[in-house]
T-cell receptor, first 113, second 115 residues
Framework: AQSVSQHNHHVILSEAASLELGCNYSYGGTVNLFWYVQYPGQHLQLLLKYFSGDPLVKGIKGFEAEFIKSKFSFNLRKPSVQWSDTAEYFCAVSPHNTDKLIFGTGTRLQVFP | GAVVSQHPSRVICKSGTSVKIECRSLDFQATTMFWYRQFPKQSLMLMATSNEGSKATYEQGVEKDKFLINHASLTLSTLTVTSAHPEDSSFYIC???????????FGDGTRLSIL
């Protein structure tokens, strides 16, 4: 069965610290990969996506993620977080040629000034 | 940009009531929409795929007769929780892919509380 694992459930950082959130997926075929963010009281928004090509993708607000096929991973990174990055972050996988999304359990990020 | 509108945002009702939640794509057509359920501090679980003009496709373990889905037009899908009970209390979220933009666009969600 397809699944997505996010190992960090709750991350607490100070502003300017670097961030890396882990995401691993289990699926035998080609997938599209996503990171979504949910700010408090808001709907899910797309941070970045990977369909093909350069495995290092850059998204909005200074976020980036690297697809490592051999590790089935798609970790999210940001060199220097801000207080406004406080949110819930979800990794998601979509089997190729479908729109169906399988979400990870989410990581709650708290950034303190 | 593309927007998905979900209504109502909050419902509180008595056990045994049926509740209808609407999901609309505001400036694009969506032949497919998705319905998710999110429990507190947990991930979004895909419940079903809503297909315009045909039957919805339900994920394993989701009761078709409990969660009725209707996708009558290219901009509207509805989820009806029939004879809701307290265990149906949850946060329900819909999404729709924008064919021009590919990724899913999510509604704001509906918090359902069954007393």
């Amino acid at each position: 069965a397809q699944s997505v694992s996010q190992h960090n459930h709750h991350v607490i950082l100070s502003e300017a610290a670097s961030l890396e959130l882990g995401c691993n997926y289990s699926y035998g075929g080609t997938v599209n990969l996503f990171w979504y963010v949910q700010y408090p009281g808001q709907h899910l928004q797309l941070l970045l996506k990977y369909f093909s090509g350069d495995p290092l993708v850059k998204g909005i607000k200074g976020f980036e993620a690297e697809f490592i096929k051999s590790k089935f991973s798609f970790n999210l990174r940001k060199p220097s977080v801000q207080w406004s990055d406080t949110a819930e972050y979800f990794c998601a996988v979509s089997p190729h040629n479908t729109d169906k999304l399988i979400f990870g359990t989410g990581t709650r990020l708290q950034v303190f000034p | 940009g593309a927007v998905v509108s979900q209504h109502p945002s909050r419902v509180i009702c008595k056990s045994g009531t049926s509740v209808k939640i609407e999901c609309r794509s505001l400036d694009f057509q969506a032949t497919t929409m998705f319905w998710y359920r999110q429990f507190p501090k947990q991930s979004l679980m895909l419940m079903a795929t809503s297909n315009e003009g045909s039957k919805a496709t339900y994920e394993q373990g989701v009761e078709k007769d409990k969660f009725l889905i209707n996708h009558a037009s290219l901009t509207l899908s509805t989820l009806t929780v029939t004879s809701a009970h307290p265990e149906d209390s949850s946060f329900y979220i819909c999404s729709a892919p924008d064919r021009n933009n590919q990724p899913q666009h999510f509604g704001d969600g509906t918090r359902l509380s069954i007393l």
